[in-house]
């Protein structure tokens, strides 16, 4: 069963387009991301899902209600943590978590099974204003303010951008716990590296889904040679590799520089001879496996040449 399904939404801000002709499909208790970095679009599109913003074009059901003509309706069915801390600053914990069940005609009290693993960990704070919390502990009253009313449907726009990491694993695990409430999740981040821990995810990038697919169906799916390369100067390593005619993509990798070829019949031996006639020293070259990223920067390389 679908709880989110998106048929051609656009939306323009002046002449930038946010987004362009997205279509997807979040089926009921699944975790899906949307993964692409700032400025992407997945703010926009969150936004008109929680019927905050209208589209310009396309369609949009969530929990099967249309969104703009059943607003009130989904309003009632959804929980939205935006990226930008929005709860009262000035309000205790306690204050904030009772004002949004009031807001939802509900208590605290009704659905605390559902955020009592959550509200454990702030709950020695409770008398503390949410504007003195840090940012760990404002992530999780958000996400209690976003659960306090037990929605079918779960939002979050970049949940982990700014908090340690201790925080982003007990977020995400948290949302393990929550996918087995049989709550669907649609959950934006910039890292990558989250991706794998969803179970669908669309990868974005200035507007346009570049590929929805699983996480290990996208990197299965990697076609092309990749290879790490390191030397002793990496910043001109990146330029001369990029200047190899055999070589198709090339980006940085923390300590590496992964690329991929335009021909199989390079080997390692003739790159490495390539780079020593150039100066570079130390060098180390090795095949490696295709993660997200990889599938990213390539996918989004072959967008930007159509």
Known sequence: MNSVTVQNISRKFGKVEALKEISFEANQGEIFGIIGPDGAGKTTLFRILTTLLLADTGQANVDGFDVVKDYKQIRKRIGYMPGRFSLYQDLTVEENLSVFATVFETTIEKNYDLIKDIYQQIEPFKNRRAGALSGGMKQKLALCCALIHKPSVLFLDEPT???????????????????????????????????????????????????????????????????????????????????????????????????????????????????????????EIRPVTASVEDCFMNLSATNSEK
């Open 161 to 283: 951008t700014g908090v340690d990491p201790i925080s982003r694993k007990d977020l995400w695990d948290m949302l393990m716990r929550l996918k087995k409430e049989n709550i669907t999740i649609l959950v934006s981040t910039p890292y990558m590296d989250e991706a794998g821990l969803c179970d669908r995810i669309a990868l974005i990038q200035e507007g346009r889904f570049l590929k929805i697919d699983t996480p290990a169906g996208l990197t299965q799916k990697f076609d092309k040679i990749l290879w790490a390369v390191q030397s002793n100067t990496m910043s001109k390593l990146l330029a001369d590799l990029r200047r190899h005619e055999k070589v198709k993509t090339c980006f940085a990798f923390g300590e590496n520089h992964h690329i991929t070829l335009d021909d199989s019949s390079l080997t390692i031996g003739e790159m490495q001879n390539y780079l020593t006639q150039l100066g570079h020293k130390d060098i």
